[in-house]
């Protein structure tokens, strides 16, 4: 046994995808034309696996605001905040957050990932406990990975089980810190988070919400669950990333705590890693902005949403358990099946994200599909008539 040979079942397992003819885990996009059509291929398709829910990646306010920052403060900051790279326009973006939920503190990081590791790896202790909801995203696990805390998970969405962990957990609950995402990246549901928020407050625990996928999705000024459900301070960290809504890179968490900013001298994914690009940090303040004022632009994906979910339900499909921007079409648990729907759909012009297990949570392939403000009337009929097409070709439809 050597160093590599770990690596033997996972290439045997991508070899026999290529075989098939697919990767579809390495497409290679070769020109992106708008936030709903590419070049792949070398054929035109539409966008439907992307997460750019309000279509602000060629908003031309942030094209510009991105392009004056390039010239005016170089490519990158060659340094981390603790260093060189902590720049004002930083520090001013971290303001208009803690402005936006109306909260005290505010931390920006580099990726959103690396703002699950920060809290995750920093905030839980040796002597504490992290309560995680079982589908919570692969960044939150290796935040886990990286404390000193007990890990322990509960049942998906199971605001009982979540009570009765707390409860056995005795004095321990009021050094515990309940983790849960305001729209789960798979299936597309969303936290409990009234009763979760209710539970975590009987024992004294801490509550920490993932709003990724519900950043300027939900709420009427975007602000995700935590302001639909009416608990944004009553949440007491918040984290998000600029990948989705506000089409940039980066992440953020906002906070009632002062602990928060003290975490800036302790957490090793804040410390040791160079900070935003100037780019970057001027187009995601332009992107918040828009965000906070775009209810037109919330309500036509949230009609674009509708209009796509009940039309794959008109055609028998089996999707996730309630209405959101991000749809899943869940297949069964055939690889080569699964590969060969996956592959016909973009080769008529659609392109979606495969998905297969183990990142899917209940061990079948699925189709992770997600809408876009900026996808027409007309687009979404097209997706519709090519899934048409091609599940009654693969014997799939009702």
Known sequence: MTLLDKFRPLQEARD?????????????????????????????????????????????????????????????????????????????????????????????????????????????????????????????????????????????????????????????????????????????????????????????????????????????????????????????????????????IGGYCVSSHQALDTLRYAARPYIFTASSSPAQIASTRVALRLLRDGRELRRRLWDNAERFYNGLKALGCTLGPQLSPVVPVILSEDRADSLAVWKELLERGVYVNLVMPPATPDHRCLLRCSMSAAHTPAQIDRLLDTFAQVFAAHGLSA
């Open 16 to 248: 026999q995808l290529k075989a098939l003819g697919a990767d579809p885990f390495n497409v290679v996009v070769e020109k992106i034309l708008s936030p709903t059509e590419a070049i792949v291929n070398g054929r035109q398709v539409i966008l439907a696996g992307t997460n750019n829910y309000l279509g602000l990646t060629f908003h031309p306010e942030c094209i510009e605001a991105a392009v004056r920052a390039l010239r005016e403060e170089g490519c990158g900051t060659t340094g981390s905040r603790m260093a060189n790279g902590n720049y004002v326009d930083h520090q001013a973006l971290e303001r208009e957050f803690a402005e936006f939920y109306g909260l005290p503190y505010s931390v920006v990081f580099s990726a959103g990932y690396l703002a699950n590791l920060a809290l995750l790896s920093t905030l839980p202790g040796a002597d504490d406990v992290i309560l995680i909801d079982a589908d919570c995203h692969a960044s939150i696990y290796d935040g886990c990975k990286m404390s000193a805390a007990e890990v322990i998970r509960f049942r998906h969405n199971d605001v009982a089980d979540l009570d009765k962990r707390l409860r056995r957990l005795k004095d321990r609950a009021r050094c515990t810190l309940v983790v849960v995402e305001g729209i789960y990246s798979m299936f597309g549901d969303r936290a409990p988070l009234r009763e979760i928020v209710e539970v975590k407050d009987r024992y004294g625990a801490f509550l920490m919400v993932d709003e990724a996928h519900s950043l300027g999705v939900l709420g009427e000024q975007g602000r995700g669950l935590v302001e639909a459900e009416g608990v944004t301070e009553r949440a007491d960290f918040i984290v998000g990333t600029f990948s989705k809504s506000l089409g940039a």
